[in-house]
């Protein structure tokens, strides 16, 4: 079985809660949803038209932090508008509160998520185009964090050789996020300095209904670390996991269910 790698960096992020209205919330990481169009974009397809073909039926995904990062609240000055007529500022502006994600240090620092993927179902043509393209970095539109002006970059193509087994009864240490209904136990890290592991859990989209349909159909709960830190946790034995090996490596990973 094989599943592929690639990072995707950037020096600042948004990945808007969908709940949200008048503050701007932002996920830690990017929903299944949002890394589907980050995939689509690579494809150089158009707007809504690949539900279906990266939907979790096709394509399995995973992700990992992989860099420590905090989240802080600007204020924009928007536009108000309230009809056709507004946006050259007739009614104003609205101070709105938008989070963003980033770095511990701006300036020095940037976000790498690290993406996971497994083909199930999607043909084999698209699913070798969007290979070749990743290890080309031949994306056909520009990538973002969420956020249009947010860019991105892509990196560190990697094949893996992958075992699907069932969770083992004692604590694991797994280098991805990981579905919170599969966990039993989890036990903070430290870092050797006095600083432990932060582990956030979030509900965030994972599929559409269909093509041009964006109404959910699922949803995943994740449990991940923002400390760019593996996470050390005791699964259900039903819970299917991932070992991947590259080079003598190993790796223990989740994918999104």
Sequence with gaps: ME???FDISGKIAHFRKYYTNNTALSFSIPPRTTVMGMLAAICGLPKDSYYELFSSRNIDIGIALHTRTKKTIHRLNLLSIKGPNDFRGGKGRIQTPFEIVTGEDIKKSAITYRIFLRP???PD???MRLKDLLQTKGNNFALTLGAASFNASLSNYQE???VERNALPYFE???????SEDVEE???LSDGIGRFSIVEEELMPADFVANYNRELLKMNRMLFSVSASQLKAR???SATVIELMKEGKRKL????K
């Design 173 to 179: 240490y797994f280098d991805s996020a990981i579905n």
């Design 120 to 122: 199930l179902k999607i």
């Design 3 to 5: 599943v592929i790698s």
């Design 125 to 127: 043509k698209d699913y």
């Design 186 to 188: 989890i036990e903070l």
């Design 253 to 256: 990973i989740q994918f999104m």
């Design 160 to 162: 893996y050789e992958a």
């Design 235 to 237: 699964l259900k034995e």
